[in-house]
């Protein structure tokens, strides 16, 4: 096995695992951070808003480490494959980053 198909193994068990911690939720909300290929960043994020708009509730280009940050939530059920195989795999897609936010500790002015 390849290092990076034993990575993506490692991730999809991990993220499996904490997502059956939030069986007793109904959604999942995100913020996933995407590198993208030099100069794309205006396509992914119109590419994201297009082909997700019942997921992806804002995405913008941003300076930085990352590309692109969009906020995704999505049915626990659906949100690991929206993120691992779909959005991960979008044209001019590099790298991808999520961070699950903790509903208990998420505040929204």
Do not use: C
């Not at 068990?13 to 069986?23: D, K, P, V």
């Not at 993208?36 to 396509?43: E, F, I, L, Q, T």
């Not at 804002?58 to 590309?67: K, L, R, T």
Request: proline share 4%; charged share 25%.
């Amino acid at each position: 096995m390849t290092t990076t198909a034993r990575a993506q193994t490692t991730r999809r068990i991990f993220a499996s695992r904490w997502l059956r911690r939030l069986s007793g939720t109904s959604t999942v909300s995100a913020f996933v951070l995407i590198t993208v290929v030099a100069k794309r960043s205006g396509d992914v994020v119109r590419l994201l808003m297009e082909k997700y708009p019942e997921f992806v509730t804002e995405a913008a280009a941003v300076y930085g480490e990352s590309d692109v940050i969009a906020k995704v939530e999505a049915p626990v059920e659906r949100f690991h494959e929206l993120v691992m195989d779909e959005i991960q795999n979008l044209p001019n897609v590099k790298v991808t980053r999520t961070f699950v936010i903790i509903p208990q500790l998420h505040e929204v002015r």
